[in-house]
């Protein structure tokens, strides 16, 4: 008799426990957390295949660095669209790198969705998949990167999955991944269609729209000087969908600090719904505007605590114990 085969379940766990057995380094003595509370919402893992001079960056090397910053703790985020990176960081190889320093280290898992148009037909099967990543540890999905418009029918199936597991989903929009207009109308129909799916904000064209008066090619102008112009997309994007929220990494800082009194009443306005974040992914990456952010912005101790970690410890149900 022939051995029976294990079903398409079986085999994918199989695959998924093999992935990051397989990835786990042998432990190496990491840093203890060190005073400070945040919580940083946007950090990478790096094999270091491109940019070789810099090295990887290790998750030995990411707790020696948020330590130096009083980072408690950091969401790790894995780039497999091919848009994303220079290479990708496949979710296995952030589970695995990871699995030593959960307290500290909170993974999130990627799928691009133009997979679930060729090895995952069906919406059990995205669900499936996602469910045993949640199993072995995910918080969320990120940084999603696809070259799509940001309501594509594909990535629509994904954020559906996404919303009946409940995991929340960090994105990046510009001209080149997750593709929207001036005032990010294909947002708007994401977040009215899954008003139960928690969705994150990041990248050019998200915090470009700040301001108002836009055109698409401004959709990619990562640190716009100037005022604010009135009508950005943002606030009211944040009024009408209280499943929204941003992430102030990268360019995230900047776009308050370009215009500081509006900046000021932005960060106070919306407190409840702003995430802290760097997204460090370069050894190279010296200077951080969300380190000097809240005294420049002379914000409240009620904000700093609900930016800085209060907010990404609701959102992502970390337990304070862990922290």
């Known amino acids: 008799m022939s051995a029976s085969r294990p ?11 093999l992935g990051v057995s397989a990835a786990v380094a042998p432990a190496v003595a990491a840093p203890k957390k060190r005073g400070g509370q945040l919580i940083d919402c946007h950090t990478h ?7 070789q001079e810099q090295g990887a960056i290790t998750a030995t090397d990411l707790l020696h660095w948020m330590d130096a910053h009083e980072i408690a703790q950091a969401v790790v985020l894995p780039l497999v669209s091919p848009e994303a990176f220079w290479y990708p960081v496949t979710t296995e190889h952030v589970l695995a790198a990871t699995q030593p320093h959960r307290d500290r280290l909170i993974p999130f898992c990627a799928i691009d969705p133009r997979t679930l148009g060729t090895h995952l037909p069906t919406q059990e099967e995205v669900v499936d998949l996602l469910q045993r990543y949640v199993e072995a540890g995910v918080k969320g999905l990120g940084e999603h990167k696809p070259r799509l418009a940001i309501d594509d029918p594909l990535s629509m199936r994904l ?3 996404c919303s009946q ?3 929340p989903v960090i994105f990046h929009l510009d001209n080149f991944a997750n593709m929207d207009t001036p005032g990010l109308p294909g947002l708007g129909r994401v977040l009215a269609a899954l008003p139960e799916l928690v969705m994150i904000g990041h990248g050019k064209g998200w915090w470009a729209s700040i301001s108002g008066g836009l055109r698409q090619e401004d959709l990619q102008a990562g640190f ?5 112009a009135p009508g950005g ?10 499943n929204l929220y941003a992430d102030l990494s990268s360019s995230g800082a900047h776009a308050l600090l ?12 919306w407190s409840s719904r702003l995430l802290f974040g760097t997204d460090y992914y370069l050894k190279s990456q010296l200077d951080f505007q ?6 420049e912005l002379a914000a409240t101790a009620d904000v700093r605590r609900k930016v800085g970690y209060e907010n990404a410890r609701r959102v992502l149900r970390l337990s304070e114990a862990s922290n």
């Open 45 to 51: 893992l790096t094999h270091g295949w491109y940019k």
């Open 165 to 167: 597991i409940g995991l």
């Open 159 to 161: 954020y559906e999955a």
């Open 224 to 228: 716009p000087q100037g005022p604010v």
């Open 290 to 295: 969300q380190f000097t952010m809240f005294d």
């Open 258 to 269: 370009r215009d500081k009194q509006f900046g000021a009443a932005f960060l106070d306005r």
């Open 7 to 17: 079903s398409r379940r079986q085999a994918l766990q199989s695959v998924l426990a």
């Open 233 to 242: 997309a943002i606030d009211a994007l944040l009024e009408a969908h209280p």
